[in-house]
Structures are given as C-alpha cells and as structure tokens.
C-alpha cells in the first residue's frame, strides 16, 4: 500500500462518524464512559473542528476522556489537564476509553497536584505556561474566577471553545437543565467578542483571538457567519440584568 492511500486510510479511521463513536463507547465500554461528556454535542462540534483543523490541542477538564478522544481524531496531539484530586474513577475511564479507540498515543493527560485550589492552579498554570498549542477547550469549573484563570492560560492559543454557555432570563425559561451564569459573564465580557453556536439549552462559545490566522481562514468566517451569533452589546446587557437579579436574589436567600 502506497504512504498516500496509508495516510487517507488513517485520515477515515481517525474521523469516525459521530454514530460511530457514541455507538462504539456504548456498546464496547458501557453507557457509563460516556457519562457527563459532549458526545451528545458531537455533531456540532465536529463541524467546528473541520474548519478549525487544530494541530495540537489544550483541554481543561479530562472526565472519562471521551471529549480528548474526539479532539485527538482530529489533531496531531491532545493534552487534556484535570485535578489530582478529581475521582479516581474518572481516571481509570479516561485511561479505558482511550485504550479502547487506541488513541492514548495522541492523548497526555496532566493531573495537577496540590492540597488545595491555590495548589492545583499553580501546578496547573506552571504546566500549561510550557505547552504549545493552537486551540483550547475550557469544560472544568463553573465558577467565574476559575474560568477567568483558566482562559488566561490558554488564550495565547488565540482560539478557545468554551462549554456549557447557558445563559438565563425569559428567552431560556424553557430551559430545564442547569444553566451556568457565571460562565456566561466571563465569555460575554471577552475582547474581541466571542461567537456562540449549538442548541438553544446548550450553547458554546468561540473566542478568537484578534490577530489570530483563523480570523482571515474563510472556511473558518464563514462558517461562524452562518453557523453561529457574535455576543452583541444588547445581548451582553440582558444578561449582565439577569445576572444582577439573580445574583441579589441569592444573596436574599443566603441571608
């Protein structure tokens, strides 16, 4: 076999279709490895990563491995970073699911040490600092401060995804799942404004950083102009209002 049709071979086996993956998990692994991860998303997240085309990626939030097996189908490398102190079981499926898609090659899990937050960031941002990478995906803690660390580590990337962007107020009433304010804030106030995509009830959002390539990638602008919506100042007002009266109300409440 010629290295061409080799390398073509290996292109079609490492991107699996989004049936092909969440059935393999499924019925190899158990319902239980894909638990808590975006294999629901997938379809939308591959579209992004076909235009994006990372060549090495940087993911905060490691879980059972399945979002970091997606990544590494199309990446060259994949380093996903967790805490130490993160279930050992989360552990031993990350392990198992790559082993199973023989993708632990591609894939460097990092789990920071510490005795407490301060510690893991530290540890965290030592390693992160001496990484390179060209796109980032943010999926760890909910809380603003730690998403604003955590982008601040990896926005020298120039292009970041972010999880879980469910904002509140009447427009998300509909929306039963756990919606995440704090993290839509920090996204909503990033420069230059981030673009938001996906399912009414779970949204991501793309930063792209301003003197980023990517900017000038028509496949990449394009599909951000008919796939996704800028955070406009409008947009970022009713939820900073939202935000105001949800926040006041669950101080209310504490007190």
Known sequence: MSNAVEASSAKEEKQMT????????????????????????????????????????????TRHGVSSSLFAQYADH????????CPESYKEWARKVWDFLG???????FYAPGVNWKGYNGS???????????FA??????????????????????????HDYKPI?????DCKNSRYPEIVQVINHLKPA???????RSQYALWISKDSPRRKDPSVMEFLENKAEKVTLMSRLAHDFHFRRHTSGSEAEDE
């Open 18 to 61: 989004h049936e092909n993956l969440k059935k393999t998990l499924v019925e190899g692994l158990g319902r239980d490895a894909i638990e808590g991860s975006i294999i629901s998303h997938e379809t939308i997240v591959r579209a992004l990563l076909e235009v994006i085309k990372p060549k090495r990626v940087l993911e905060i939030g």
């Open 78 to 85: 994949v380093i996903t970073v967790d805490v130490e102190k």
């Open 103 to 109: 993708l632990s090659d591609r894939i460097t899990p």
């Open 124 to 134: 965290k941002a030592e390693f992160i600092k001496k990484q390179d990478f060209d």
């Open 137 to 162: 995906f943010i999926d760890g803690s909910h809380r603003a401060k730690d998403v604003e660390f955590d982008f601040d580590l990896v926005k020298k990337s120039g292009c970041v995804l972010f």
């Open 169 to 173: 107020g009447p427009k998300y009433a």
């Open 194 to 200: 981030p673009y938001v995509y996906g399912e009414h």
